[in-house]
């Protein structure tokens, strides 16, 4: 503890020294003088410039989000793209969410790419990270970066980084960038100050491309939008970037009724409405769902502060609002998208979907029924962003998500994008009432009675700072050690290592090896064919438990007391975990 107190010092002191500003140098010193923990934990580390980029909580310190962090990060990739694109005019894009000091680094990036010569083109205001993603693909540029920290809480920011296809950088492309951040060790390494004219504001006229292009490569329906053009649609961005762009895009589809909620449509990086600005949380959604109430609406939806993920609420039978988590919003789409490609008879063999392996397994059976083949990969959508680069000119991308609340409609974008998600869900509304005489909800029950009834949870196990991060590996450690050899009375069968890459039937001791890059994530299946999942997060300091069991579901009458026999067995399975 001692060695890493003077460890500390020493990092704290070359700020004091170095070429930091006088509101920097000021804090440090306020640290060091009286919150040695706040200062170990601003200094123990450098803030790692993961495979997806950057994220931590604002403030001084190697350990935290700001100018000097960013610039280090900038600058590192910026030496990379230089290496790589030897010759050529680098071309890059910068957009930012609304994010306390989202502006300043992301001016602040724009200003390091310009200076090492690079023509960049910066959002003249907050977007959707989606937009970023579809601008690198549509200017034909190199690279880009997005600040946001998507729905983590406000004191946090975050920095990722996207490569020519217009999706977060991959191998080995993130190790060689991880590679060349590291050796930028002193802040004189950054360049900064030169050639501003290299910069070019991305307006209003930009949004309508990209707009056009959703609803080009998205709508399936439009005679059922002209219909119930009028359904009344809720919608909150939680004070974030969807503000414009996702009322303008159900506008676009065609829908006309569309009720913000006013105090959510404030932008702030505060998120002065909600604990957490995450639409996976019932809380968050309350103002909307309150609203929704007394406005009748048909549906609510929300997006994060980045506006990369959907949250939906539809109203149920009894005329209560339920929160979809991501995998029924996946379903609903997924089965939605296949459903009307098959009815306009374009399906041919040639397509496919793509979901994550801690996803739903209804998107594979709703897959299977439309004979559409299912990827599975890793999670994060630059994993599916991967399959979709391998299959280019191959076969058909239609639609995938995560469970996380993450979905994209169409290879347009290489990022999950709610600004579409949200016109196909309003429109899927649209056409189950028209074609069907259903509602959404309706419609998701009578799914679970065609391909069975899937049910999943998560719980997240949060461990904060230095400790926190050693106790999550101890976990791993143990859980890899130790599996459990009984869930909810069923016994386990399979533990797939998708860290050492190796799959092992427990009964006869046989080894497969699993087709994926390397990741910490163990995978549990049991006798009845529950799939539980464990993986630490990589952008939150926590441990995430995915659980996923299945029945029939004979008739939509039982639908009650089916979903309390599967929550039973989740809890059960819970408690057997110790969770």
């Given at each position: 503890m001692e060695n890493l107190e003077q460890t500390v010092l020493a990092k704290a002191q070359k700020w004091l020294d170095g070429e930091y500003d006088v509101a920097?140098?000021?804090?440090?010193?306020?640290?060091?003088?009286?919150?040695?923990?706040?200062?170990?934990?601003?200094?123990?580390?450098?803030?790692?410039?993961?495979?997806?980029?950057l994220r931590g909580i604002m403030g001084v310190g190697s350990n935290r989000m700001n100018i000097y962090t960013v610039g280090s990060a900038t600058q590192g990739l910026a030496n990379y793209l230089k290496k790589n694109f030897a010759g050529e005019q680098v071309r890059v894009a910068v957009a930012h969410d609304s994010r306390n000091n989202s502006r300043m680094f992301a001016e602040r990036v724009a200003d390091i790419f310009a200076s090492n010569g690079f023509q960049v083109y910066l959002f003249d205001a907050l977007r959707p990270t989606p937009e970023l993603s579809f601008a690198i693909r549509e200017l034909k540029l190199h690279s880009g970066v997005v600040i946001t920290a998507s729905h983590n809480p406000k004191e946090y920011n975050g920095y990722k980084a996207y490569w020519t296809d217009g999706s977060q950088v991959t191998a080995p492309h993130d190790t060689n960038i991880i590679e060349e951040v590291g050796k930028i060790t002193d802040n004189s390494q950054v360049m900064t100050g030169a050639n501003p004219e290299n910069i070019i504001m991305l307006g209003e006229e930009f949004d309508k491309i990209y707009l056009d292009r959703i609803k080009a490569d998205v709508q399936l329906s439009p005679e059922c939008v002209a219909k119930y053009h009028d359904m009344k649609i809720v919608y909150t961005p939680i004070h974030g970037s969807g503000v414009k762009l996702v009322p303008a895009s159900l506008k676009n589809f065609g829908f006309t009724n569309i009720i913000m909620v006013d105090e959510q449509s404030v932008v702030d990086g505060n998120f002065p409405t909600v604990e957490s600005p995450n639409p996976e949380e019932r809380k968050t959604m309350s103002m909307a769902i309150d609203l929704a109430r007394e406005q009748g609406a048909d549906l609510v939806l929300a997006t994060d502060p980045d506006a990369?993920?959907?949250?939906?609420?539809?109203?149920?039978?009894?005329?209560?609002?339920?929160?979809?988590?991501?995998?029924?919003?996946?379903?609903?789409?997924?089965?939605?998208?296949?459903?009307?490609?098959?009815?306009?008879?374009?399906?041919?063999g040639n397509q496919y979907v793509v979901k994550t392996i801690v996803t739903s397994q209804m998107a594979n059976a709703v897959a299977a029924h439309f004979g559409v083949k299912c990827y599975d990969c890793l999670t994060g959508f630059k994993y599916i962003a991967k399959i979709i680069r391998e299959n280019e000119g191959v076969a058909k991308y239609i639609g995938g998500g995560e469970e996380s609340f993450g979905y994209l409609a169409g290879d347009y974008v290489?990022?999950?994008?709610?600004?579409?998600?949200?016109?196909?869900?309003?429109?899927?509304?649209?056409?189950?009432?028209?074609?069907?005489?259903?509602?959404?909800?309706?419609?998701?029950?009578?799914?679970?009675?065609?391909?069975?009834?899937?049910?999943?949870?998560?719980?997240?196990?949060?461990r904060k700072g230095k400790e926190g991060a050693e106790e999550i590996q101890r976990m791993?450690?143990?859980?890899?050690?130790?599996?459990?050899?009984?869930?909810?009375?069923?016994?386990?069968?399979?533990?797939?290592?998708?860290?050492?890459?190796?799959?092992?039937?427990?009964?006869?001791?046989?080894?497969?090896?699993?087709?994926?890059?390397?990741?910490?994530?163990?995978?549990?299946?049991?006798?009845?064919?529950?799939?539980?999942?464990?993986?630490?997060?990589?952008?939150?300091?926590?441990?995430?438990?995915?659980?996923?069991?299945?029945?029939?579901?004979?008739?939509?009458?039982?639908?009650?007391?089916?979903?309390?026999?599967?929550?039973?067995?989740?809890?059960?399975?819970?408690?057997?975990?110790?969770?």
């Amino acid at each position: 503890m001692e060695n890493l107190e003077q460890t500390v010092l020493a990092k704290a002191q070359k700020w004091l020294d170095g070429e930091y500003d006088v509101a920097t140098k000021e804090r440090v010193k306020w640290l060091m003088d009286n919150d040695i923990k706040e200062l170990t934990e601003s200094f123990y580390k450098d803030l790692e410039f993961g495979t997806g980029g950057l994220r931590g909580i604002m403030g001084v310190g190697s350990n935290r989000m700001n100018i000097y962090t960013v610039g280090s990060a900038t600058q590192g990739l910026a030496n990379y793209l230089k290496k790589n694109f030897a010759g050529e005019q680098v071309r890059v894009a910068v957009a930012h969410d609304s994010r306390n000091n989202s502006r300043m680094f992301a001016e602040r990036v724009a200003d390091i790419f310009a200076s090492n010569g690079f023509q960049v083109y910066l959002f003249d205001a907050l977007r959707p990270t989606p937009e970023l993603s579809f601008a690198i693909r549509e200017l034909k540029l190199h690279s880009g970066v997005v600040i946001t920290a998507s729905h983590n809480p406000k004191e946090y920011n975050g920095y990722k980084a996207y490569w020519t296809d217009g999706s977060q950088v991959t191998a080995p492309h993130d190790t060689n960038i991880i590679e060349e951040v590291g050796k930028i060790t002193d802040n004189s390494q950054v360049m900064t100050g030169a050639n501003p004219e290299n910069i070019i504001m991305l307006g209003e006229e930009f949004d309508k491309i990209y707009l056009d292009r959703i609803k080009a490569d998205v709508q399936l329906s439009p005679e059922c939008v002209a219909k119930y053009h009028d359904m009344k649609i809720v919608y909150t961005p939680i004070h974030g970037s969807g503000v414009k762009l996702v009322p303008a895009s159900l506008k676009n589809f065609g829908f006309t009724n569309i009720i913000m909620v006013d105090e959510q449509s404030v932008v702030d990086g505060n998120f002065p409405t909600v604990e957490s600005p995450n639409p996976e949380e019932r809380k968050t959604m309350s103002m909307a769902i309150d609203l929704a109430r007394e406005q009748g609406a048909d549906l609510v939806l929300a997006t994060d502060p980045d506006a990369d993920r959907i949250g939906v609420a539809l109203r149920n039978g009894k005329g209560e609002y339920v929160l979809l988590n991501g995998n029924q919003t996946l379903a609903l789409l997924l089965s939605y998208q296949l459903t009307r490609w098959a009815e306009r008879g374009e399906l041919d063999g040639n397509q496919y979907v793509v979901k994550t392996i801690v996803t739903s397994q209804m998107a594979n059976a709703v897959a299977a029924h439309f004979g559409v083949k299912c990827y599975d990969c890793l999670t994060g959508f630059k994993y599916i962003a991967k399959i979709i680069r391998e299959n280019e000119g191959v076969a058909k991308y239609i639609g995938g998500g995560e469970e996380s609340f993450g979905y994209l409609a169409g290879d347009y974008v290489r990022d999950k994008d709610a600004v579409s998600a949200c016109a196909l869900a309003a429109e899927a509304a649209a056409w189950a009432k028209d074609t069907m005489g259903l509602t959404l909800y309706e419609w998701l029950q009578q799914l679970y009675v065609k391909y069975g009834f899937y049910r999943e949870s998560l719980v997240s196990v949060v461990r904060k700072g230095k400790e926190g991060a050693e106790e999550i590996q101890r976990m791993m450690v143990d859980f890899r050690e130790n599996p459990p050899k009984e869930l909810a009375g069923s016994e386990v069968l399979t533990v797939r290592d998708y860290k050492s890459l190796e799959e092992v039937n427990l009964r006869s001791g046989v080894r497969t090896p699993i087709d994926q890059d390397s990741s910490n994530v163990l995978q549990w299946i049991t006798a009845d064919g529950s799939i539980i999942s464990v993986r630490p997060s990589g952008t939150e300091p926590k441990i995430k438990f995915y659980f996923g069991v299945k029945e029939p579901l004979p008739a939509v009458e039982q639908y009650d007391e089916v979903l309390a026999a599967l929550d039973a067995k989740i809890e059960q399975i819970k408690a057997d975990l110790k969770l």
